[in-house]
């Protein structure tokens, strides 16, 4: 009879823990649709250069990590809302200067006058899927990255652009959908 109860306990507990882990995977999903990136001739940005390592790959790292940014801050939207983002021009913050080399590798300086900028277009869908707001090349930058506050942020990769767009999302796409 205890290796029944054991059983049975054990069978319970699997199901209430998969139940958790597909409903956390579900609400994961509609979060991740909360938000479409599209890329507009990456290769053509301003700065996406790597210090190191193939072009293509950085690129590719750089568009994953932006992606998962704007992936997070569209969990602020209200149930149903979706914002979808064109980015056309992308600075990062800091410059890869063959000048500075460590290894016969370049590094990325980073110093006040090469701040953050991105260049994009939006669009905010309501939960109807109805555009509620859009905007056109908003150029979105941050002059002061270098003395502004990024507590928590220094160990993250790209943390200067993640302050940056989480200031420009707070300010500006959230209160679009609190008037709503």
Known sequence: MRKLTTYVTTV?????????????????AETMSAVKVNWVNPEKFSDIRPANGSRKAYQERVTKAFEKI????????????????????????GDVNPMY????????????????????????????KQPIHQETDVKIKDMGFMTSNHIGLQNREFAYEHAMLKKWFNKVIVPQTATK
Do not use: H
């Not at 319970?12 to 994961?28: F, R, S, Y």
């Open 12 to 28: 319970i507990c699997a199901v209430a823990l998969l139940i958790q882990v597909q409903a956390a995977t579900a609400e994961k």
């Open 70 to 93: 704007l992936g997070d801050l569209a969990e602020k939207l209200p149930p149903g809302y979706s914002l979808e983002i064109s980015v056309k021009d992308l600075d990062l913050a």
């Open 101 to 128: 080399r460590i290894d016969n590798t370049d590094i990325r300086v980073i110093k006040d006058i090469y701040f953050p900028r991105i260049k994009l277009d939006y669009v905010l869908f309501d939960q109807n």
